[in-house]
Nanobody
Framework: VQLVESGGGLVQPGGSLRLSCAVS????????MAWFRQAPGEEREGVVS???????KYADSVKGRFTLSRDDAENTLYLQMDSLKPDDTGMYYC???????????????????WGQGTQVTVSS
């Protein structure tokens, strides 16, 4: 299973970024998938998960600002991030794993596949 993120960068508070995650075809169609982030000195946290029925669940900290979407022709996940805040700064990772309960973020740490991450910095 391969996952490749892109799209990070430096943005001012209030700005927007769109992250991409290209996923191996089998995993894209069968596995749970999620976006995570890790701020400096902090533990990695789940941002949003999606199951094969396309049900998404967002962390409270990003609800109403972040939107997950999918391009089935390209086996790609997107994370549109709007109204960015300095607290959104961190390394963002895409992950996939088999099983159910796709919003059980701990299970990605135990049995998931991960991309290399892309850095997002929100600063003026």
């Amino acid at each position: 299973v391969q996952l490749v993120e892109s799209g990070g960068g430096l943005v001012q508070p209030g700005g927007s970024l769109r992250l991409s995650c290209a996923v191996s075809e089998y995993a894209y169609n069968v596995y749970c998938m999620a976006w995570f982030r890790q701020a400096p000195g902090e533990e990695r946290e789940g941002v949003v998960s999606v199951d094969k029925r396309r049900t998404t669940k967002y962390a409270d900290s990003v609800k109403g600002r972040f939107t997950l979407s999918r391009d089935d022709a390209e086996n790609t996940l997107y994370l549109q991030m709007d109204s960015l805040k300095p607290d959104d700064t961190g390394m963002y990772y895409c992950a996939a794993r088999p099983g159910d309960n796709c919003d059980s973020y701990r299970d990605y740490e135990d049995s998931g596949y991960w991309g290399q991450g892309t850095q997002v910095t929100v600063s003026s």
